[in-house]
C-alpha cells in the first residue's frame, strides 16, 4: 500500500483534509492530547475503515469530537454536570459518556451498539478548524495500532498507521502527551471515572465531588476497550525500578537516577508529572527501539497528570495476549 502524506497544518493542508474526512476517508490529525485518526462519525462505511485501519474489535467504541458545546445538542442529552464540567474544561482533554440521542447522527458503529455516546472538544486549533471545516462530528481514536503506544508527533503516525491511511496533518508535538480523562454521566447516581487522563481527577472532583472508580460494584463493565494490555511497546516492561540491569533501558523521573542502564530516559528530571505525561510516549518509544532487552521503569508519583501515567505504564506492562486473543484487544 502507498504511504501515508504528511502535510504541514496550514489553512490549505486542513481544506483538504476535511475534505478527505468529507469524503468518507480517514486522516490523522494532532489534538492536545494525542494523534487522533479521524473519520466522517456519520458514515457507516467511514467508521468502518477506520476500525479496520486500526485493526480495532468492534465492541470498543469510540470518541466523538466536536467543535464547541453546540454541536452536542443533537448527540446527547446534558445534565446539570456535563453543563458544569463543559463550562470549565472544554474545549480541553475531558470527555464525557453521555445518553445518546435515539435521533444522534452517528454510525451505531461508532457507539458499538451501546445506548451511550462518548464526546468531547479538543483544545487544539487545528483540530477544532478541522471540525469546523468538515462540518460533521468526527470519531478519533489515538492513531495507533489498536493496544500499542499512541503517538504524539506525526512521524510517530506515519511510523503505526503510514501505510494504512492516506493523509496526516502536522503540527508538532502534543502538549498534554496523555489521552483525555473520560468521565461516565450516563446514570444519574455517581460519576464514574472510566479513564484516568489530562485532566487530573483532583480538578474533576473539585466540580463534582468525589469519582466513583470503574468496576466498583458493578454488573457490567462500563469501559469496553479498557482491557489489561494497552499502550504496549514491544519489549516488556518492568515497574517501579529502583536499580535497574545493564541490558535494561531506564524510564526515570526525577533528578535521582540509578546509574548502569543500557540507556536512560528521563520523563522529567525535574520530577514534574506534567513534564513526564508530555514526554511519555515519545520516550517509551525511544527506549522501545534502544535495542536494550527490557524496559524498567521508576515509580511515578500519583498527584496531577502522575494517575494517568500510571495507568498507561501498568498497561504497558501487563501480560500481552496471544495473537488468538488479539480479537478482544485494546484501543
Ligand atoms: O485524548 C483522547 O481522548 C484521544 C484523542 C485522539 O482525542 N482519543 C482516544 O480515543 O484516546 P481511544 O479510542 O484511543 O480511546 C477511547 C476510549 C476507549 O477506552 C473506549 O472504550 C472508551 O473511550 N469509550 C468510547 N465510547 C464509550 C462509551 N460509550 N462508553 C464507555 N467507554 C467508551
Ligand atoms: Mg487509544
Redesign the pocket.
Same mark, same amino acid.
Given at each position: 500500500m502507498s504511504r501515508a502524506r504528511l502535510l504541514e497544518a496550514g489553512d490549505r493542508a486542513i481544506a483538504e483534509a476535511a475534505e478527505v474526512l468529507r469524503a468518507g476517508e480517514l486522516v490523522a490529525f494532532p489534538?492536545?492530547?494525542?494523534?487522533?485518526?479521524g473519520a466522517d462519525a456519520t458514515s457507516d462505511a467511514a467508521v468502518a475503515a477506520l476500525y479496520a485501519a486500526k485493526r480495532?474489535p468492534a465492541h470498543?467504541?469510540?470518541?466523538v469530537?466536536i467543535a464547541g458545546r453546540a454541536a452536542l445538542e443533537p448527540l446527547a442529552r446534558l445534565d446539570a454536570r456535563a453543563e458544569r464540567l463543559a463550562e470549565r474544561f472544554w474545549p480541553g482533554?475531558l470527555?464525557f459518556?453521555l445518553p445518546?440521542r435515539p435521533t444522534a447522527p452517528v454510525s451505531p458503529l461508532a457507539?458499538?451498539g451501546?445506548s451511550?455516546?462518548?464526546v468531547?472538544v479538543?483544545a487544539h486549533p487545528v483540530?477544532l478548524a478541522l471540525l469546523e471545516a468538515a462540518g460533521q462530528p468526527i470519531?478519533?481514536?489515538?492513531?495507533?495500532r489498536s493496544g500499542r503506544v499512541?503517538p504524539t508527533s506525526a512521524e510517530d503516525v506515519a511510523l503505526e498507521l503510514g501505510d494504512a491511511i492516506a493523509l496526516i496533518l502536522d503540527a508538532g508535538p502534543c502538549r498534554?502527551g496523555?489521552?483525555?480523562t473520560?468521565v461516565?454521566l450516563?446514570e444519574p447516581d455517581r460519576p464514574v471515572l472510566? @479513564?484516568p487522563? &489530562?485532566v487530573p481527577r483532583a480538578a474533576i472532583e473539585e466540580v463534582l465531588g468525589p469519582l466513583a472508580e470503574a468496576g466498583d460494584g458493578e454488573a457490567r463493565p @462500563?469501559?469496553? &476497550?479498557?482491557l489489561a494490555s494497552h499502550y504496549a511497546p514491544s519489549l516488556p516492561v518492568r515497574l517501579d525500578a529502583l536499580e535497574v540491569e545493564p541490558d535494561e533501558a531506564l524510564l526515570a523521573f526525577g533528578p535521582r537516577v540509578p546509574s548502569g542502564a543500557f540507556a536512560t530516559f528521563n520523563l522529567s528530571p525535574a520530577g514534574d508529572t506534567t513534564e513526564a505525561a508530555r514526554r511519555l510516549y515519545a520516550l517509551l518509544r525511544a527506549a522501545d527501539r534502544s535495542g536494550a532487552r527490557q524496559i524498567a521503569v521508576m515509580p511515578i508519583p500519583g498527584d496531577g497528570l502522575g494517575e494517568a501515567i500510571r495507568d498507561r505504564l501498568r498497561r504497558a506492562a501487563a501480560p500481552r495476549p496471544s495473537p488468538e486473543m488479539r480479537s478482544n484487544g485494546?484501543?
Open positions: 489534538t492536545e492530547t494525542v494523534y487522533g485518526l480495532r470498543n467504541p469510540l470518541i469530537h482533554p470527555t459518556v445518546r457507539t458499538a451501546l451511550t455516546v462518548a468531547r479538543p483540530a470519531v478519533a481514536p489515538s492513531a495507533n499512541s498534554v496523555v489521552e483525555s473520560i461516565d450516563s472510566l @479513564r487522563g &489530562g @462500563r469501559a469496553p &476497550g479498557r485494546a484501543d
